[in-house]
């Protein structure tokens, strides 16, 4: 007598189970979008975050397949809940022409947030049409930004063709980037794959990135990030910076891991760079290893005098404090001469540069490398043989 009630007990679980599941989980399609890509899904899209969003208990939004029209879509806490979900199958699409918004898709002041899939196709072709053509442009949408937020995930996510920067992630804590793919073509303007900012506990691991502009680019205030696993390519690199462009006063950069990454075509590989002008502020404690170049124009750059146009720099000097940086592991091929350029600031000479087993290559001269303000030590393979 015992089984048949074990078997109803299981039964009666599983429907309950079900049954929560059902009222927690919030299909966009229930709230009216259509998989069209033509009907605006923005209000449906809104709805269904702002019940999951309500939800005392953990929620899931689930986008089904098809392409869904969004123009426009702030995803605002505190929310009810820290575990939110949100399984994308299909594509978010961008207005196809630009306007003045800066922003597409928005998280803002949540915690706790698990997005998994989806495309998010930001059509910038039309804006950088209107740049190319050196017209008035507006300023140019962000495809996706995550602000004043905590414990993000984002797994398998592709984005494509953003007007601007694709991802920015602002003013956050514990934001993980996994399994990404951004593409856009390599003369796209400004089209920056990550763009870190006044943000900690950033990881983004097994990503692929074709851009226009930066791979990933961090900028003031980034701290205790990991980029692991990353292929990058065409594009400008991965960068710190620029600093000091702005304000007087600005938050450092610290503890930053770059690993594992293969440049390919790129303008830059691994690359820290701050503007010729007197500011404040430090880059302190930062690893690249385990790097491959391939082809690349400047493997590896500290540029203290970045001064684009000449406006408002010449003659000045750079105030960011570089110091800890180390260099490990590199290899392969620079399709320049100069490989390897640690140009720092006069005024502020970087300290404690490490320099271990460079290899790279420039055709079938000798690669070198260019040092100024620039102090600490070199070991291991050194190709071109070290300046420091
Ligand atoms: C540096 O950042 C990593 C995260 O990337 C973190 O695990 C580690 O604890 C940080 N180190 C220090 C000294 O804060
Ligand atoms: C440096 O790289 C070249 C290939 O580009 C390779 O043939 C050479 O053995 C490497 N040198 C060392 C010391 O690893």
Wanted: glycine share 12%; with cysteine.
């Amino acid at each position: 007598m015992a089984q048949p009630f074990a078997v109803l007990h299981a039964l009666l679980l599983t429907l309950l189970c079900l049954s929560t599941m059902a009222m927690a989980a919030y299909n966009v399609q229930d709230f009216g979008a259509k998989p069209d890509g033509r009907t605006d899904a923005a209000k449906p899209f809104l709805a269904a975050w702002a019940a999951a969003c309500g939800s005392s208990k953990a929620a899931t939004i689930i986008v089904p397949a098809g392409r869904f029209l969004v123009s426009q879509a702030l995803f605002k806490g505190p929310c009810k809940n820290k575990a939110l979900r949100m399984f994308i199958q299909g594509t978010l699409l961008a207005p196809s022409g630009y306007s003045d918004a800066t922003l597409w898709i928005t998280f803002k002041y949540v915690e706790g947030l698990s997005v998994y899939g989806g495309t998010l196709d930001g059509r910038g072709q039309a804006f950088w049409a209107c740049k190319k053509a050196g017209r008035s442009c507006p300023f140019g949408a962000t495809s996706l930004t995550i602000g004043q937020s905590k414990n993000v995930l984002l797994s398998g996510m592709t984005m494509i063709n953003s007007e601007v920067f694709q991802m920015s992630i602002f003013a956050s804590n514990g934001v993980t980037v996994k399994g990404a793919k951004i593409i856009a073509p390599g003369d796209s303007p400004n089209t920056d794959g990550i763009h870190v900012q006044m943000s900690s506990f950033v990881t983004i691991t097994g990503s692929s990135m074709t851009t226009g502009d930066d791979c990933i680019s961090m900028g003031a205030g980034t701290t205790d990030v990991r980029i692991e696993k990353i292929y990058c390519g065409p594009g400008h690199g991965i960068s710190i910076g620029s600093l000091g462009g702005t304000t007087k006063e600005e938050p450092g950069v610290q503890n930053i891991t770059v690993r594992s990454v293969v440049f390919s075509g790129t303008q830059n590989g691994v690359r820290i760079k701050t503007w010729g002008r007197p500011t404040n502020g430090f880059v302190k404690g930062v690893n690249f290893e385990n790097i491959v170049m391939r082809d690349v124009q400047n493997p590896v750059v500290i540029d203290q005098n970045y001064c684009p146009g000449n406006k408002n720099c010449p003659g000045q000097s750079s105030g960011i404090k570089i110091s800890q940086v180390k260099f490990a592991n590199v290899r392969g091929s620079s399709a320049t001469q100069v490989a390897v350029k640690l140009d720092c600031s006069p005024s502020n000479p970087c300290s404690g540069i490490q320099l271990r087993d460079i290899n790279l290559s420039y055709q079938k001269k000798q690669s070198l490398s260019y040092c100024k303000n620039a102090k600490g030590s070199s070991s291991g393979v050194m190709n071109p043989p070290s300046c420091l």
